[in-house]
Structure formats: structure tokens, C-alpha cells
């Protein structure tokens, strides 16, 4: 390997990982960033090692694992009968939870953002928290989908270069 061969893996690698990081944040959109660090690696290095079969197989579901992100997060709202104030609240829930910076906060921020909200619109304590669970439940799915495909495609890419 040579010295730009060095920094290109290691600047893709960083990207890469920024990525992972955005498969966790839902502020940042990691699949598509490590997609696309893999894209521009395949074509700065004219497709020697990471191939367009690769591109297009982890392209593809990265839109599918995206789609299924979203739709986990609906229905596992809408099957334990979270209104759309929960949803709203979920995202609020998330967001604080990620200003507060630790992952407790993270993980429980769209539980409590989905009850909050559902409690606000005159809903019943065990109504808000079935609400809450589902939403929670749903957001639990779509970032551990999120997370086996990035470190799937990470994997793969570092096997793919390295051997």
C-alpha cells in the first residue's frame, strides 16, 4: 500500500465511523454516510477492491434497513395505540435525550418524549405509557437494524481491502 492508499483507508475509515455513530443518532444518517464513503473509495481507487456489485447490494439495503427504520418506528407507535402527538413526542424525547449527552438519556429520551406528549393531549397514564412502550419498542428495532447492517458494511468493506 502506498502513503495515499494509507490515508485514503484511514480518512475513509474516520467517515466510516462517523457514520456508525449516525446509526445510533437519528440526526445523523449513517447508513447512507458510510455507503457513500464507500462509493467514494470505490472510485478513487477505480474500483479495484470495493466492486460495483458491492455498491449496489449494500446501496439497496441501505434504502431497504432506512425504510424498515421508519416503519418499525410507526408501527410499533401505532400497534400499542400512539397518536401522532407521540410520535411528535418521541422525536422531542430523542432530541433532549441527545442534548443530555449520556446514553440513558438516549435510550429512554422517545419513551418519556412519547408519554409526555400523549399524557398532554388527555391521555390516560396506562394508555401513555402503552403509547410510549410501543414507540420506544419501535425506535429500539430500527437503530438495532440500523447498527448490524453498519458494522455488516464496515466489515465487509475493511475485508474486502484487507484481504
Not at 12 to 38: H, R
Not at 152 to 161: K, P, S
Request: net charge positive; hydrophobic share 60%; aromatic share 12%.
Amino acid at each position: 500500500m502506498t502513503v495515499w492508499d494509507v490515508l485514503l483507508l484511514i480518512t475513509t475509515m474516520l467517515v466510516m465511523l462517523f457514520g456508525l455513530l449516525g446509526s445510533l443518532l437519528p440526526v445523523i444518517p449513517g447508513l447512507p454516510i458510510i455507503w457513500g464513503a464507500s462509493l467514494l473509495y470505490a472510485i478513487l481507487t477505480g474500483f479495484e477492491d470495493i466492486t460495483q456489485s458491492y455498491l449496489i447490494t449494500f446501496g439497496l439495503l441501505t434504502v431497504f434497513v432506512l425504510l424498515m427504520d421508519y416503519v418499525a418506528g410507526i408501527y410499533g407507535a401505532k400497534r400499542m395505540g400512539a397518536s401522532r402527538w407521540g410520535l411528535v413526542g418521541a422525536v422531542a424525547g430523542m432530541i433532549v435525550g441527545i442534548i443530555v449527552g449520556n446514553l440513558p438519556g438516549f435510550i429512554l429520551g422517545p419513551l418519556i418524549g412519547a408519554v409526555a406528549f400523549e399524557l398532554l393531549i388527555g391521555r390516560k397514564f396506562k394508555e401513555a405509557m402503552k403509547a410510549g412502550f410501543g414507540t420506544f419498542l419501535g425506535f429500539l428495532a430500527g437503530t438495532v437494524m440500523k447498527l448490524v447492517l453498519s458494522f455488516i458494511m464496515i466489515g465487509v468493506f475493511l475485508w474486502a481491502i484487507l484481504f
